[in-house]
């Protein structure tokens, strides 16, 4: 709660239903992005989440990825 340096939290969207084998057996869904919900974060950290994405961010939809740390990087470049 007291980080004062800007950060970037990128969770995968985890939004392709075909992707669970098992219904109800999301635990990456639930460990990647449902773990940050309720916790009080500090006001430097900025959440956001990249659709059609899976774990690896980078691989899925690496232009949006670019695109959302670029924003972050612009929004923050005076601080």
């Given at each position: 709660?007291?980080?004062?340096?800007?950060?970037?939290?990128?969770?995968?969207?985890?939004?392709?239903?075909?992707?669970?084998?098992?219904?109800?057996?999301?635990?990456?869904?639930?460990?990647?992005?449902?773990?940050?919900?309720?916790i009080?974060?500090?006001?430097?950290?900025?959440?956001?989440?990249?659709?059609?994405?899976?774990l690896?961010?980078?691989?899925?939809?690496?232009?949006?990825?670019?695109?959302?740390?670029?924003?972050?990087?612009?929004?923050?470049?005076s601080?």
């Open positions: 709660k007291t980080l004062r340096v800007p950060t970037l939290v990128v969770k995968p969207g985890f939004d392709d239903a075909g992707f669970y084998v098992e219904e109800g057996r999301d635990y990456m869904r639930d460990l990647c992005s449902r773990s940050w919900e309720g009080p974060l500090s006001d430097s950290v900025e959440t956001v989440s990249i659709p059609g994405s899976r690896f961010v980078m691989y899925d939809r690496p232009e949006e990825l670019d695109r959302a740390v670029n924003a972050f990087l612009e929004r923050n470049a601080r």
